[in-house]
């Protein structure tokens, strides 16, 4: 017989506490087996434990009420009518808490080399190359994300074919990053000629030699502002004249790999030949 348990030994079982119990019976999480209509006393059944701790846990992973919500109802009937099972819910929420464990984890290692007085990025002047690509240029609008880049990047990789040899780069105005909109030209080394045919804002560039303070970050490019910091820093130091762009090459990236922390990008802050010291 599956006999009733009051509030009370129902919080003993789930080491919930009544108040808890209550906030969940009145949010609709949690409804009472049953509810006496005089006394208003909750009692609960023995199945019922499972989805108390089941509730319990999502709460503490921030699952959201609506979401919470959500999966409830599709738990109990096995699907939502916009087609999301209890188990999409799940899975949602579980890549948005790895996501956010990731953005911490590097969010960490930035704050440990920042804080450790012997962490110093190697930091140099270099002349790039002379250089022949194929590049999309475009004006990056304010809040434009990263589509931007993704779809320059598909539409160089449909006109360049087997992979280059040399890896891609992209060049971008420092408004870009202080102002959130800018000029970018994202590139492939190449060395046939645009293909009839090719998409309209694909176009043959030559990169002349410049001159760059350089520094190659290791690792995702969230933390890509700590090579940033040192490139500009040197370039401010030793009085060199900005040239208000920086490169970046991904050397080792998304395309090579998917493991973020084998990532390998060079940052060249570029500055003025001029201006290089005696």
């Known amino acids: 017989m599956d006999r009733r348990l009051t509030i009370g030994e129902f919080s003993r079982l789930t080491h919930l506490s009544v108040r808890a119990l209550r906030r969940y019976h009145e949010q609709d999480f949690l409804v009472p087996a049953e509810v006496d209509p005089v006394t208003g006393y909750r009692y609960y059944a023995l199945a019922q434990v499972g989805p108390a701790l089941t509730i319990r846990r999502f709460r503490e992973l921030d699952l959201p009420l609506a979401d919470l919500r959500t999966y409830l109802r599709a738990a109990s009937t096995g699907e939502e009518p916009g087609g999301r099972s209890a188990q999409d819910i799940v899975a949602a929420h579980l890549r948005r808490l790895e996501d956010r464990l990731g953005r911490t984890q590097r969010a960490a290692e930035a704050l440990r080399e920042l804080l450790d007085p012997e962490a110093a990025r190697t930091v140099g002047l270099d002349v790039l190359p002379a250089r022949?690509?194929?590049?999309?240029?475009?004006?990056?609008?304010?809040?434009?994300?990263?589509?931007?880049y993704d779809e320059a990047m598909r539409e160089l990789d449909a006109v360049a074919g087997p992979r280059p040899v040399l890896p891609p780069g992209g060049r971008y105005q420092h408004t870009l990053f202080t102002e959130g909109h800018g000029r970018a030209t994202v590139y492939l080394p190449a060395e046939t000629p645009l293909p009839p045919g090719a998409p309209g804002r694909v176009r043959e560039l030559r990169l002349p030699e410049r001159t760059a303070v350089v520094t190659t970050h290791t690792g995702p490019h969230d933390n890509l502002d700590l090579a940033y910091a040192a490139a500009g820093s040197y370039a401010r130091r030793t009085g060199l004249v900005s040239q208000e762009l920086v490169e970046e090459v991904y050397l080792i990236g998304p395309r090579d790999t998917d493991r973020p922390d084998h990532w390998r990008t060079l940052v060249a802050w570029l500055v003025a030949p001029a201006a290089e010291p005696a």
Not at 132 to 148: E, F, I
């Open 132 to 148: 022949r690509v194929l590049a999309v240029s475009l004006d990056v609008a304010p809040g434009a994300g990263l589509d931007w």
